[in-house]
C-alpha cells in the first residue's frame, strides 16, 4: 500500500507476460469505476464491496485510494478485486472518501502501474481518479501536457494518466475544483467517465455523448449526505444504496460533505449516445437502464431475433451467461423448449496460463462445457451475443456437435460488428473483425453452423423504446459520434514506446 499526501504515488512496472490466452469472440470488457464517500462508514470495504459487483468489467487490475485528513492512502495491483484486497489491506485504509477501479486495458497494455485509481498532488492538495472510457486525442493531449509540464513524469501509458496531469495543471494556475475540472475535461475527446476524489469532496463527471454509464446514489440516513457513485446500479445494490439519478450526459456532479443534495450543472451539451452493448452485453442483467433491468432488454432483444429468423428445432440454449435471456425470449415466441446445453465455469478469472498443445488437441474446455445428455440427437439453436472474431464461436460449434447435436443454427442477439470500437471497448482493427471480411455465407461455412443469422439493427435500436435513438451503434455501422484522426485508428498502443508497443501488438494484445 503507498500513502502519499502531497506527492504522486511511485509504481513499480509489472512485467507484461509473454503467455496470453486465446482472446474470447466478443467484445471486450470496459472498466468499472466505483466511489463512496461517507462518515463513519468503511469506505474501503464498501469501494471493496462495489467494485465486486462491477468485476465484469475489468478482471486485469483493481485498486483503491482512500482520503484521510490530508493524506490518501492507495492501494491497487494486478488480479480480481479478491485477489487483491483482503481485510487486513482494506483495515489499514480507514478514511471518508474512497475512489475504486477495476481495469481492462484499451489504451495501455495490461501491467501494474497502469491500474487505476491515479493519484497526483497539486498545489490545492491531492486528489484521486479513476476513469472508464477512451479518449482519441490521447496522443495529442500528452503532447501538450510534455510541452508545458516539462518535469511531468508519466509512470503509465494510459489516457486516464493525461486526464489527471490535465486536472494538475489546471489545478496549479489557482482555478477553483470545479473550474480546473470542467477546463481539463475540455480538453478532453472521447469517452469519459470519471469520479475524482479531492480534498472539497467527491465529483462524477460524464462525457458530452454519455457514452459510458455512471449512476449515483446515497447510503444510511439521507439526511447525513452519505453519496456513492457507480459505472453500474449494481454497485449501488450490493451495498444497500439507494439509486437517486444517473450522472446525464455532459454532467460534472460535486458531492460536498455536509450538503443534503448535490450540486449538479451542464458542463457540455451534446447528444447523448450511450454505447449499446452495454445493453446488449456489457453491464450485467440486474443493473437498470431506462427504468428497468437489462434482464428484461435482453429477453425483449431475444423475442425480435425469434421474429426475425425462425428456424424448424428441438431446444434453444444460450451461451452462458449474456446470451441466456435472449436464449429465453427466442424460446418463449418461438415455442421452441429453453434447456441449458452449456455449463460455464464462474470461478476462471482473466488468465494468463496457456494450455499446452496437447491439452488444446485433447479438446480442453476452461470456461464452458456442453451436456451431451440434452444435446445429444437434437437439432438445436444457440443464441449469442455477438461474434467478433469467430475463433472461439467455431470451437463451441464443434464442441455442440461432439456432444451429438444433430444440428447447430446460430443467433446473434447483436447485429454484425464490423467497425472497430475507440471508445472504451477492446476490438481488433477492422481486418480482424470476421463480419467485415466475409459474407454470412461464408461466415456460416467458417464456423460450421447449419444456419447462421443476426439481429438486425432495427430490431435491436426498437427493443429498447423510446430511447432508441440515444445509442452509439458505431461498431455495426461505422458512424463514429467522435472523429477522429487515422493515428488513432491504428492501435490502441500510441502512448507506448516503439519497442514495447511493438512487441506486445505482437503478443496480441
Given at each position: 500500500?503507498?500513502?502519499?499526501?502531497?506527492?504522486?504515488?511511485?509504481?513499480?512496472?509489472?512485467?507484461?507476460?509473454?503467455?496470453?490466452?486465446?482472446?474470447?469472440?466478443?467484445?471486450?470488457?470496459?472498466?468499472?469505476?466505483?466511489?463512496?464517500?461517507?462518515?463513519?462508514?468503511?469506505?474501503?470495504?464498501?469501494?471493496?464491496?462495489?467494485?465486486?459487483?462491477?468485476?465484469?468489467?475489468?478482471?486485469?487490475?483493481?485498486?483503491?485510494?482512500?482520503?484521510?485528513?490530508?493524506?490518501?492512502?492507495?492501494?491497487?495491483?494486478?488480479?480480481?478485486?479478491?485477489?487483491?484486497?483482503?481485510?487486513?489491506?482494506?483495515?489499514?485504509?480507514?478514511?471518508?472518501?474512497?475512489?475504486?477501479?477495476?481495469?481492462?486495458?484499451?489504451?495501455?497494455?495490461?501491467?501494474?502501474?497502469?491500474?487505476?485509481?491515479?493519484?497526483?498532488?497539486?498545489?490545492?492538495?491531492?486528489?484521486?481518479?479513476?476513469?472508464?472510457?477512451?479518449?482519441?486525442?490521447?496522443?495529442?493531449?500528452?503532447?501538450?501536457?510534455?510541452?508545458?509540464?516539462?518535469?511531468?513524469?508519466?509512470?503509465?501509458?494510459?489516457?486516464?494518466?493525461?486526464?489527471?496531469?490535465?486536472?494538475?495543471?489546471?489545478?496549479?494556475?489557482?482555478?477553483?475544483?470545479?473550474?480546473?475540472?470542467?477546463?481539463?475535461?475540455?480538453?478532453?475527446?472521447?469517452?469519459?467517465?470519471?469520479?475524482?476524489?479531492?480534498?472539497?469532496?467527491?465529483?462524477?463527471?460524464?462525457?458530452?455523448?454519455?457514452?459510458?454509464?455512471?449512476?449515483?446514489?446515497?447510503?444510511?440516513?439521507?439526511?447525513?449526505?452519505?453519496?456513492?457513485?457507480?459505472?453500474?446500479?449494481?454497485?449501488?445494490?450490493?451495498?444497500?444504496?439507494?439509486?437517486?439519478?444517473?450522472?446525464?450526459?455532459?454532467?460534472?456532479?460535486?458531492?460536498?460533505?455536509?450538503?443534503?443534495?448535490?450540486?449538479?450543472?451542464?458542463?457540455?451539451?451534446?447528444?447523448?449516445?450511450?454505447?449499446?452493448?452495454?445493453?446488449?452485453?456489457?453491464?450485467?442483467?440486474?443493473?437498470?437502464?431506462?427504468?428497468?433491468?437489462?434482464?428484461?432488454?435482453?429477453?425483449?432483444?431475444?423475442?425480435?431475433?425469434?421474429?426475425?429468423?425462425?428456424?424448424?428445432?428441438?431446444?434453444?440454449?444460450?451461451?452462458?451467461?449474456?446470451?441466456?435471456?435472449?436464449?429465453?425470449?427466442?424460446?418463449?415466441?418461438?415455442?421452441?423448449?429453453?434447456?441449458?446445453?452449456?455449463?460455464?465455469?464462474?470461478?476462471?478469472?482473466?488468465?494468463?496460463?496457456?494450455?499446452?498443445?496437447a491439452m488444446r488437441e485433447a479438446g480442453i474446455r476452461v470456461k464452458l462445457n456442453p451436456?451431451?445428455?440434452?444435446?445429444?440427437?437434437?437439432?438445436?439453436?444457440?443464441?449469442?451475443?455477438?461474434?467478433?472474431?469467430?475463433?472461439?464461436?467455431?470451437k463451441l460449434v464443434q464442441a455442440l456437435r461432439d456432444a451429438g447435436a444433430t444440428e447447430?443454427?446460430?443467433?446473434?442477439?447483436?447485429?454484425?460488428?464490423?467497425?472497430?470500437?475507440?471508445?472504451?471497448?477492446?476490438?481488433?482493427?477492422?481486418?480482424?473483425?470476421?463480419?467485415?471480411?466475409?459474407?454470412?455465407?461464408?461466415?456460416?461455412?467458417?464456423?460450421?453452423?447449419?444456419?447462421?443469422?443476426?439481429?438486425?439493427?432495427?430490431?435491436?435500436?426498437?427493443?429498447?423504446?423510446?430511447?432508441?435513438?440515444?445509442?452509439?451503434?458505431?461498431?455495426?455501422?461505422?458512424?463514429?459520434?467522435?472523429?477522429?484522426?487515422?493515428?488513432?485508428?491504428?492501435?490502441?498502443?500510441?502512448?507506448?514506446?516503439?519497442?514495447?508497443a511493438s512487441q506486445i501488438a505482437a503478443m496480441g494484445l
Amino acid at each position: 500500500m503507498n500513502e502519499v499526501s502531497a506527492s504522486s504515488v511511485p509504481i513499480n512496472a509489472a512485467d507484461v507476460s509473454s503467455a496470453q490466452p486465446e482472446r474470447p469472440d466478443r467484445m471486450e470488457e470496459a472498466c468499472g469505476v466505483f466511489a463512496v464517500m461517507a462518515a463513519d462508514q468503511p469506505v474501503a470495504n464498501l469501494t471493496y464491496f462495489g467494485l465486486y459487483a462491477l468485476q465484469h468489467r475489468g478482471q486485469e487490475s483493481a485498486g483503491i485510494a482512500v482520503f484521510d485528513g490530508p493524506k490518501v492512502r492507495l492501494h491497487k495491483d494486478m488480479g480480481l478485486v479478491s485477489q487483491v484486497f483482503d481485510q487486513d489491506v482494506l483495515e489499514r485504509m480507514p478514511g471518508t472518501l474512497a475512489i475504486g477501479h477495476n481495469r481492462y486495458s484499451t489504451t495501455g497494455s495490461s501491467k501494474v502501474c497502469n491500474a487505476q485509481p491515479v493519484v497526483l498532488k497539486t498545489r490545492q492538495g491531492p486528489f484521486a481518479l479513476a476513469h472508464n472510457g477512451n479518449l482519441v486525442n490521447a496522443g495529442e493531449l500528452r503532447e501538450a501536457i510534455a510541452s508545458a509540464l516539462p518535469d511531468a513524469e508519466f509512470t503509465s501509458t494510459t489516457d486516464s494518466e493525461l486526464i489527471a496531469f490535465a486536472l494538475q495543471q489546471a489545478m496549479d494556475s489557482g482555478l477553483s475544483w470545479e473550474e480546473g475540472i470542467r477546463q481539463a475535461a475540455g480538453r478532453c475527446r472521447g469517452a469519459f467517465s470519471l469520479v475524482i476524489g479531492t480534498p472539497v469532496g467527491l465529483f462524477a463527471l460524464r462525457d458530452g455523448h454519455g457514452i459510458r454509464p455512471l449512476v449515483f446514489g446515497s447510503i444510511g440516513d439521507p439526511h447525513l449526505a452519505q453519496w456513492v457513485v457507480s459505472s453500474e446500479t449494481c454497485g449501488l445494490d450490493i451495498i444497500g444504496a439507494r439509486f437517486d439519478d444517473d450522472v446525464q450526459p455532459g454532467e460534472l456532479i460535486h458531492f460536498r460533505p455536509g450538503d443534503s443534495a448535490p450540486h449538479r450543472q451542464i458542463w457540455m451539451e451534446d447528444s447523448p449516445r450511450m454505447c449499446v452493448f452495454e445493453m446488449i452485453y456489457f453491464a450485467r442483467p440486474d443493473s437498470r437502464f431506462f427504468g428497468e433491468s437489462l434482464y428484461s432488454y435482453r429477453v425483449r432483444i431475444g423475442e425480435t431475433l425469434a421474429r426475425e429468423t425462425s428456424v424448424e428445432a428441438d431446444l434453444v440454449i444460450g451461451v452462458p451467461d449474456s446470451g441466456i435471456p435472449a436464449a429465453i425470449g427466442y424460446s418463449q415466441v418461438s415455442g421452441i423448449p429453453y434447456a441449458d446445453g452449456l455449463i460455464k465455469n464462474r470461478y476462471v478469472g482473466r488468465t494468463f496460463i496457456q494450455p499446452t498443445q496437447a491439452m488444446r488437441e485433447a479438446g480442453i474446455r476452461v470456461k464452458l462445457n456442453p451436456l451431451p445428455d440434452v444435446l445429444s440427437g437434437k437439432r438445436v439453436v444457440v443464441i449469442d451475443d455477438s461474434i467478433v472474431r469467430g475463433t472461439t464461436s467455431r470451437k463451441l460449434v464443434q464442441a455442440l456437435r461432439d456432444a451429438g447435436a444433430t444440428e447447430v443454427h446460430m443467433r446473434i442477439s447483436s447485429p454484425p460488428v464490423t467497425h472497430p470500437c475507440f471508445y472504451g471497448i477492446d476490438t481488433d482493427t477492422q481486418d480482424q473483425l470476421i463480419a467485415a471480411r466475409l459474407t454470412l455465407e461464408e461466415i456460416t461455412a467458417h464456423l460450421g453452423v447449419d444456419s447462421l443469422a443476426y439481429l438486425t439493427r432495427e430490431g435491436m435500436v426498437e427493443a429498447a423504446q423510446s430511447h432508441s435513438s440515444h445509442f452509439c451503434t458505431a461498431c455495426f455501422d461505422g458512424r463514429y459520434p467522435i472523429e477522429m484522426d487515422e493515428a488513432v485508428r491504428s492501435s490502441k498502443l500510441m502512448l507506448e514506446p516503439a519497442g514495447l508497443a511493438s512487441q506486445i501488438a505482437a503478443m496480441g494484445l
